[in-house]
Every structure is written in C-alpha cells, then in structure tokens.
C-alpha cells in the first residue's frame, strides 16, 4: 500500500535537524484549494494524510476533507488525535473500563498485555478537591488532606494504571486544573514523534478541553468512552463540520474583560446555532488579544454549542509560548513548521466559510450571565432588575423597593463577624421577616446579628480554568481586593469564599505582586488547585446559612468565574447562579448579594459609613497591566512544571501492585469492574425493533448532562445513598457522584437523580418518576428495576438541546443500565448523542416541527419503534407508534441520529468498546 498517494511527504529542515512532513503547500501546488479552506479544516486534512491505511482511513476520507464545501455534509470522515487529556472524574471510569477490557482478555485466555494506549495520555487529578475548609490559611492544607482521606482508593488505582500502562501518566492532586496545565505546559502546537512532525491535536474527556484552541491546538471533548476507543487506535468519526467564521474587530473597552467577551459570545453563537460546528475566528481584533484571552473563549465552547473555537497560530501563539517558558527549539519549530505547511495566520487570508458572525470588541460592557445557563447574559446595569424579574417570575416574590441601602445598612447588616464561622459553630437564632417582598432572615450567631434573604451572595468562587489561567482578570481580582481593602471594606460574613487557581503559576504572581495579602483580607484564601465550586465541590455552607436557607425556604445566589451554572451543580441549595469575572466576584463578595446596581449604588461603606462604589475599587487597564508586566516571568513556569508529575508525601507514598490486571475488591465501593464487557460474546446480536416500550421520563428542553448524571453531593436518602448505607459506608464518606464513578452500582442509582429534575411523569422535583403499571410514584432507579423484570423496554421523551453541557460518559452509561433503549428529542448535543450510540442507546430525534407537545404525547403510552432491524443507514427515517390506554394510535416518523456507518456498526454491537474489543478478539 501507497502510504502517500498524494507524493506530498516532504522534509523540513530546520536548525536542530531535518523531519519528515505532510506538504499542505504541495496539494496547493497540485491544484488543490487549500488557501481557502479553514485552518481547523487544513490540520484534519494533515491528520487523515498522515494517517492513511486504506483501511480506517480510506482515499475516500482524504477526498472528503480535500473537497470540503461551506455547506452542510452527510459524510463522516475519520479523527485520530495525537494524544488525549482526562481528569479524575472522567479519567476513573474511563481507566476502569480499560482494566475491565483486559480482564475479559485475560478470561477469554488472550494476552491481557495487549490492551494498552497507543497514543499518549495525560490524567490530571484536578476535580476532586473540596471546599470544606475556607477563609482561613490552612484551608488548602486541610483541603489537601480531605481529599486524600476520601479518594484514597481511586488514587491508588489510577497510581497503579500509570505503573501498569504505557503511554499513560498521571498528573497528582493539588498540581492544577487539566485545562490550564494543558494550555501553560502539555500543549505543544507541533509534535516531533519518530522523525516526523505534525500539528498537536487531542481529544479530552471534559468538555472545555477547547480551550487549547486558544493556543492554536485543534482539540475538543468527547465522552470516556470515545476516548478510550482512541486511545486503543480507533479512529473518532464525525460529520463534516460546517465553518462559521467568528470576525472580530476593534479592541476591548476600558472596564471590559475577556469574561464579559466569552459570555456576549455565548449568547450571540447560541442564538445563531453553532452545535456540532467548527467555528474558527478571526478578523483585526485578534491582533488586540492575548492567547489568555483567546484560551478564555476556547474553553467556553461547549457552551456555544459548537465543536471547537479555533484561533490559528501568529505570533501572539509565540509570544505566549516563550512566555510560559517553552524552549526555544520548541517555538522554532512552530514557526517554521506552520509557516511552511499553510498554518500560519497573517490576517490577509480570504478564507471560504460557511457563514460569518461578527462582533465588535469595542462594543463590550461588563456583563454576567444567569442564573442557570451559561448563555443567558445579562448586561451588568441590568442584573438587579433581572434579578427582581427572575425572583418574581420564576419564585412568585413581589419585590418592592422601600428601604435604601444605607437604611438596610444601619440596620446591622454591614455588622461584620470577623472571620469565617466555622460550620460547628454555635447554634443560630433565625428570626423570620418580610422586607421589599422577599424573604428575610434575621440570624444572631455569637453575638452578632445580620440579614440574610433572597439574593444573598451565599458563594462567591474565584474557580475554573476559564479565568484563572487569563492573569489580566486575575491581578484585576487582587487589585479589586487591594483597593476595597483600603477603603476598610470586608466580604460579608455569610458569603462563603474561595480561591481556586489552575494552577500555582498564579499564586507565584499573586504574591510576587503582594496581591495574596488583599485577597486573603478579602476571605479569598487558596483553598485548592481545581474545579472546585465548577464542578459543584463547593463544600458545605456554614450551618447557620444552610438551616435559614433550608428552613425559610431562601432564594440565594452564587458567583463565580466558572463556565457552569447548570441547576444544583454548584449547590443543592443555591438556586441562581452567576457566572462573572473574578473582579467582580469579589465586588459581589463584599456588598453581599446580587439584588444591588453596581454602577449606581454603594457597594459597601466603609467604617465611617461612607459610601464606596464600584468605580472607587475598580482598576485601570494600564494598572493591571503594569503589575502584569513586573510579576509574570517564564521562571515561574519553569519552576512549576519542573515538578508537576511529583504530588506530595501522600501521593509518593501511594503503595500500588504490580499485576497487569487490576484484583477487584467486591467490598470496595469506589472501583468496580465495569459490566459492559464481562463474559461478551464472540459476535454482535442481530438489531432488532423496539415493541412495547414505556417511557420512564418525560423531560423539557435544556436538559443537561448534570440532570442526568449529577457530580456533586447526595443524601442518604437519594437511592446511591441508601445503597451506600446498605454497604456500611458513613454519610459522611459519601463523597461526590463524581468521585463514585468507579462503581456502577452508585451511578446507575444516581442516573437522573438530580435534585432540580422536573420529570413531567412526577409530581416531586428530583429523581422520581411514575411506575406506569400502577401508578405509584417512586425513584427512577427502583422503576427502572420493575420494568426489567418484565423485561420492558423503556425510552425518554425530551425536547431541545438534550444533553447539553459535560462530556459525561455516564449520562450515557447510566442511561444503558436503567434499561433505555431509545431517547426521543428534538434536537442533541454533540457529545451527548455520541455518547449515547456509543453505548447501544439509539438516540430518535423528531422530524423538524415535531414535539412531544405537537404530537400530544403525554409519556402514558406504549411506544413500537420499526425499521431498526431491516435496511438501517445513516439518518434513517423510522416509524413510530405511540399507543395510548385507550387505543388509539398516534404514528409519527422520526430521525435515527446514527449519523455514519461506522456508528451503526457501534449501535449494532452494543456499544463503541464492544466493537473495539470483538475486533481484538477476532484478531487475537
């Protein structure tokens, strides 16, 4: 076989040495268009030219790339990433079903030593750590050892992974969030591997792994188990992507920030639609941002909807690459690698996409965006009337503005405790009362009397890679804090604070600018370095807060620099979420609620009762900037990322086995093997129909990958907690759904049990639904249960935009285990939909037009589904007949989103690693 049909294989000679290439600039030559094609296009068509066996990946493949038009495509065409990046969340599961893979190896007498990552895999332990200690300097320490005591378990098994796979390391906790340490350190813009280089490309297994775009790397995020199939050689298969070029022009405002950019963003590409897209950017403004700003809209993607946001690589790439201490060779061959092969942005390109988006930088204002969509922005001068309209809308509050401010000060509400009260500290006296119409809550606890009510700041996060890794938003915060400091300002005593870098490059320059001591009198001290509140480990609230909120039934908010704001993702309790720069989370941390014009109002007053105002703490541009350019410096990298693979005492002293294949331990409730594969047999069972199917949810739109498989915290009285009660594990030891995902038996009863669910079949918000049969209403787990032992079938009726949000492999998993054998939506998220044929689920979305609403179907009826078993391809049309109680039929046809070939023979396996594993079989 021709492994270069094209005859494009070149050298590239460079200062340390010579390399082989694939020559974009050759196909021009040839006759080819590539001039015009996107850059995000130009490095998959490198990848399939690299890549080519006439196998996986055919001339067809190449074709399809080479002749890509702005238009929508019905051709799937092949992915094989140079490497793949996890977290600890994500990266347990995925690594569970590797150990379990290699025991269905060893049990079916082949060598077990054969599963093992082709590619390289980078696990970074970053989204376990949590908030239960804050406000203090030992928060991060007792944090630290919180983590370990809880986790133990499955940091020893994935120690064991490093030690037993190749190609795979682990990065230990309290080291940084996989994001950020992607950007500063793993990502290199062009790899060298056996004499030749090409472009770095990944896949990762969160969803914000774009935002590597920023630096130029094409990346993006993909469920645990598509991963796992790439990392055992595997090509990923997706549509051709259509293009949108993002233009953007001018320079951003005085005042405005990179988050304020990312979130009108958001909103803008919602609106026009990007999801399964490509969108690349570029324009003059591109010029006026820094690969920190760029990396801050790269990672935000997922909330676009789109695949990835791509910036190409210029000199701003360079820049920041010497910056974070690359080494000179490495940024060498950037530059004369993309200058050579058609990679390099100049800015005069007249480059053919499939629709152009423009917006103006100069046109931003400070902005948030609530309370539980990413994309829902609101303009800061309008937050406290949103505010009051949610409130009265969504909760029935009539607020009525009666007292000023100061009034409300003088009151005692600016009465100060002087540092965090601890969570056992002493009993609250709560006295309930009605001010402007809303609920309030007078607390006295040790002496000291304040006002908590609908609207109060219960969180406020400086969290999330998002903005962390961007250090103009970050000494913004500390200068934020600096000023409010001098004017004698204190965060309120019923916020709960925290600080959670990416990574301790910017506790480096926090404290090289003598930032850290503004930001810890402001109660922001390190508590982590992780996801922390982004994940939803934002800890408990201090208890006199959690029992008026509980007991009084309290509206409160949260800030916080993430990406998410999903329902109970941040909090069970905290009900509106707000995402906002860390400049003006800290501004929101000392006036102590959200119902209050930042631009108008006092935020605060200082001991003499004066009023102070935004304006009064807020930095200049050219302030942030000089402190920027005194503190940031390469060595600060250099001296991090040194050690980033050595972890603590805790970690070194880790003991793992040397077995190849993983021993299971039945009374471990951590890790357990995967039940996927064990005794799978040799060939795939023919597709068959689906009769008679109940439905076990009926769902609205915007249902995310947290309503159907919850991160954070659980109850004992949630099914996973009863279950864990039943093994004799403490409440206390609970953990996280995120930590648990090691073990089925957790997440399969944590699979729809989001607190905030609303399923339409229930009259209880959570994770209850109707037992149709009967009528009783119970957990979805415990029906799911009663349906498979009739061995009925069961679907999920859902409306737009299913699934959205996290790449979480066990929305998918869980979903497959409680027995679903068909989704039925009105339209998918990317990931979400690959997920669920990469689990044997077949995802049905309505025709254009159609809901579950139009159709009047309730979910009471009994659903056939045809043509599955006979002449199924790509985007099939299907039948469907919804039988209600009475009778009647309601017919209706609908789309199979099995979108290629490849992922139909997936479907007909059961699932993407089944087929992985029968194709290893049969050549074993």
Request: proline letters at 5%; glycine letters at 8%; charged letters at 25%.
């Amino acid at each position: 076989m021709n492994k270069d049909p094209y005859q494009i294989k070149k050298l590239l000679n460079t200062k340390n040495g010579t390399y082989t290439y694939y020559s974009l600039a050759e196909l021009e030559k040839q006759g080819h268009g590539i001039s015009k094609l996107p850059f995000s296009i130009r490095i998959l068509l490198e990848n399939v030219l690299r890549n080519f066996d006439d196998f996986a990946i055919t001339r067809e493949s190449i074709e399809t790339i080479l002749n890509w038009k702005p238009i929508a495509s019905d051709k799937d065409i092949p992915f094989k990433p140079a490497r793949v990046l996890m977290q600890d969340f994500t990266g347990v599961p995925a690594v569970v079903d590797i150990a379990s893979l290699r025991a269905e190896i060893a049990r079916k007498g082949k060598n077990p030593d054969e599963i093992n990552p082709l590619i390289p895999v980078d696990l970074i332990i970053d989204h376990s750590v949590q908030v239960d200690y804050f406000g203090t300097e030992y928060a991060y320490s007792r944090n630290m050892e919180e983590e370990y005591k809880h986790n133990k378990e499955r940091y020893q098994f994935l120690k064991w992974a490093q030690k037993s796979f190749n190609n795979f390391s682990v990065v230990p906790p309290g080291m940084g969030i996989c994001h950020q340490v992607n950007l500063e350190y793993l990502s290199k813009g062009v790899i060298e591997r056996n004499g030749e280089v090409f472009p770095d490309t990944l896949v990762g297994t969160d969803s914000h792994t774009p935002m590597v775009n920023g630096i130029g790397v094409v990346a993006w995020g993909v469920g645990g188990i598509e991963a796992e199939a790439a990392i055992l050689g595997q090509p990923i298969y997706f549509i051709m992507p259509e293009v949108i070029g993002l233009k953007l022009t001018g320079k951003l405002p005085l005042g405005s920030t990179a988050t304020d950019l990312v979130l009108t963003i958001a909103d803008l590409l919602r609106k026009y639609g990007v999801v399964g897209k490509f969108v690349e950017v570029f324009g003059s403004g591109l010029d006026n941002l820094s690969v920190p700003d760029r990396a801050t809209i790269g990672n935000m993607s997922p909330e676009f909807g789109c695949t990835i946001t791509y910036f190409p690589i210029d000199d701003k790439t360079l820049e920041y690459m010497r910056k974070s201490n690359r080494s000179e060779e490495q940024v060498k061959l950037v530059e004369d690698y993309c200058r050579t092969n058609m990679l390099w942005r100049t800015g005069n390109e007249e480059i053919n996409y499939t629709d152009i988006v423009e917006l103006d930088l100069s046109a931003m204002e400070p902005t948030v965006a609530g309370p539980k969509r990413p994309q829902d922005k609101i303009l800061l001068k309008n937050f406290k009337s949103k505010f009051i309209e949610l409130l009265d809308r969504t909760y029935g509050r009539k607020y009525k503005e009666v007292k000023q401010l100061s009034s409300w000060m003088a009151e005692g509400g600016s009465q100060p405790i002087q540092q965090a009260i601890s969570t056992l500290g002493p009993e609250p006296e709560i006295e309930e009362t009605i001010v402007n119409g809303m609920k309030n809550v007078w607390v006295t606890i040790g002496g000291e009397s304040f006002r908590l009510s609908d609207g109060a700041v219960a969180i406020a996060a400086i969290t999330s890679c998002t903005n962390t890794s961007n250090p103009f938003v970050m000494v913004g915060a500390g200068l934020v804090a600096r000023k409010a400091r001098e004017r004698g300002l204190k965060t309120k005593p019923w916020v709960k604070t925290s600080l959670a870098p990416g990574s301790k490059v910017v506790t480096d320059y926090l404290e090289k600018a003598d930032l850290m001591d503004d930001l810890e009198a402001m109660q922001f001290h390190i508590v982590g370095y992780g996801c922390t509140s982004c994940i939803g480990n934002s800890g408990p609230l201090p208890t006199y807060v959690a029992k008026a909120v509980e007991e009084h039934d309290l509206v409160v908010a949260s800030v916080l620099s993430g990406n998410r704001n999903f329902e109970a993702r941040i909090h069970p309790q905290i009900r509106m979420n707000f995402l906002m720069s860390p400049m003006l989370v800290v501004a929101y941390a000392i006036a102590g609620r959200v119902d209050i014009d930042m631009l108008n109002e006092p935020i605060s007053f200082d001991p003499n009762q004066q009023p102070v105002y935004l304006k009064d703490i807020w930095p200049t541009d050219d302030e942030i900037n000089e402190l920027m350019n005194e503190v940031l410096s390469p060595k600060d990298f250099e001296k991090n990322y040194d050690e980033i693979f050595e972890g603590n005492d805790i970690w070194r002293n880790l003991e793992v086995p040397d077995d190849k294949l993983y021993i299971w331990d039945d009374e471990s409730t951590y890790i357990k093997e995967a039940p996927f594969f064990y005794n799978i047999s040799d060939d795939a069972a023919p597709l068959k129909d689906i009769k008679d199917a109940r439905a076990l949810l009926v769902l609205g739109d915007s249902i995310t990958t947290d309503h159907i498989s919850p991160a954070g915290q659980f109850n004992e009285f949630s099914a996973a907690g009863e279950y864990l009660i039943c093994r004799g594990v403490k409440r206390e030891d609970f953990n996280s759904y995120g930590s648990r995902r090691g073990n089925d038996e957790v997440m399969l009863r944590g699979t729809f049990a989001n607190v905030r669910i609303k399923n339409k079949l229930a009259t209880k918000e959570g994770g209850f639904t109707k037992y149709l049969p009967t009528g009783e209403e119970i957990y979805v787990y415990d029906a799911a249960l009663k349906y498979q032992q009739s061995q009925t079938p069961l679907a999920i009726l859902a409306g737009k935009e299913y699934g959205s949000g996290s790449s979480r492999d066990w929305a998918a998993k869980g979903t497959f285990l409680l027995g679903v054998k068909v989704v039925l939506a009105e339209s998918y998220e990317r990931i979400h939909r690959s997920n669920l044929v990469g689990m044997g689920v077949l995802p049905l979305q309505y025709k254009a037009g159609d809901s579950a609403e139009k159709l009047m179907l309730t979910g009471d009826e009994t659903f056939t589904i045809t043509g599955i078993a006979e002449d199924i391809k790509p985007l099939k049309t299907i039948e469907v007949i919804a039988k209600k109680e009475d009778g009647q039929e309601i017919k209706f046809q609908a789309i199979a989103r099995m979108d290629s070939k490849i992922e139909i023979e997936y479907y007909r396996h059961g699932g993407i690693l089944q087929y992985v594993l029968r194709q290893f079989l049969d050549k074993a």
